[in-house]
T-cell receptor, first 117, second 113 residues
Framework: NAGVMQNPRHLVRRRGQEARLRCSPMKGHSHVYWYRQLPEEGLKFMVYLQKENIIDESGMPKERFSAEFPKEGPSILRIQQVVRGDSAAYFC???????????????FGAGTRLSVL | KNQVEQSPQSLIILEGKNCTLQCNYTVSPFSNLRWYKQDTGRGPVSLTIMTFSENTKSNGRYTATLDADTKQSSLHITASQLSDSASYICVVKATGGGNKLTFGTGTQLKVEL
C-alpha cells in the first residue's frame, strides 16, 4: 500500500509562472489536506478537500492559489503568477473517513519544495 | 487565536540519553493532541495521538503525556538513538472545524555519539 505520493519533489519557477503541485492520497483515503511550511516555521493549514469538494479553504490566500481534488486523479494545488514569497515546502496529507473522536490520522507525503527565482 | 508553543527550540543530546520535549497549547475547544516526527526533507510521521481522557500514550521508546487542565503535553524519548535526530512537532486538533490541525514550530533534536 503506497503512501501519500507528491510530485514533483522539487519545482523551480520564475516569477510570474504557474506552479502545479500534485498529490495522490493513500489508497482508500477520501480526505486530502494541503499545508505550507516556510523555513524555520511550523506547517500552516491551507485547504481541506474531499472528492470534488472543498471543505475548508480558510488557510488559502485569496488570490493566485487554488486547489482541486477531482473524482479521478490526484489532488492539485495550483499557484498562479508565483512570487518569491511563495517559495516554501508544500505538504499534502490524506486521511480515511473521519472516525469517532476525530482521531483520524493524517498521513503526510514527502512534500514539494518550490523555489521561485 | 489557537496556538501551539514548543520548547526547547533545539536540543542536542548524547546517544543513549533520555530527553523530554514540551508543548503548551491554547487551542479550544480541545479534541486531541498529536506528536509527529519529521526527518529532514521528509513529511511528518505520526507518533502518538491523545484525547482529553488520555493522559499518557507510548509508542516504543516514545512516551507522550497530556495534562488537559493546564493545556500541556510532553514527549519523552528514552535511550535515544542517532535515528531519533529529527524535528518533533506537537499538533492540536480542535473539535468542529473539520479536520484542521494547528502545528507547533517543532523541537529540533540532534543525537550525537
Amino acid at each position: 500500500n503506497a503512501g501519500v505520493m507528491q510530485n514533483p519533489r522539487h519545482l523551480v519557477r520564475r516569477r510570474g509562472q504557474e506552479a502545479r503541485l500534485r498529490c495522490s492520497p493513500m489508497k482508500g483515503h477520501s480526505h486530502v489536506y494541503w499545508y505550507r511550511q516556510l523555513p524555520e516555521e511550523g506547517l500552516k493549514f491551507m485547504v481541506y478537500l474531499q472528492k470534488e469538494n472543498i471543505i475548508d479553504e480558510s488557510g488559502m490566500p485569496k488570490e493566485r492559489f487554488s486547489a482541486e481534488f477531482p473524482k479521478e486523479g490526484p489532488s492539485i494545488l495550483r499557484i498562479q503568477q508565483v512570487v518569491r514569497g511563495d517559495s516554501a515546502a508544500y505538504f499534502c496529507a490524506s486521511s480515511p473517513l473521519d472516525v469517532a473522536g476525530g482521531k483520524n490520522i493524517q498521513y503526510f507525503g514527502a512534500g514539494t519544495r518550490l523555489s521561485v527565482l | 487565536k489557537n496556538q501551539v508553543e514548543q520548547s526547547p527550540q533545539s536540543l542536542i543530546i548524547l546517544e543513549g540519553k533520555n530527553c523530554t520535549l514540551q508543548c503548551n497549547y491554547t487551542v479550544s475547544p480541545f479534541s486531541n493532541l498529536r506528536w509527529y516526527k519529521q526527518d529532514t526533507g521528509r513529511g511528518p510521521v505520526s507518533l502518538t495521538i491523545m484525547t482529553f481522557s488520555e493522559n499518557t500514550k507510548s509508542n516504543g521508546r516514545y512516551t507522550a503525556t497530556l495534562d488537559a487542565d493546564t493545556k500541556q503535553s510532553s514527549l519523552h524519548i528514552t535511550a535515544s538513538q542517532l535515528s531519533d535526530s529529527a524535528s518533533y512537532i506537537c499538533v492540536v486538533k480542535a473539535t468542529g472545524g473539520g479536520n484542521k490541525l494547528t502545528f507547533g514550530t517543532g523541537t529540533q533534536l540532534k543525537v550525537e555519539l
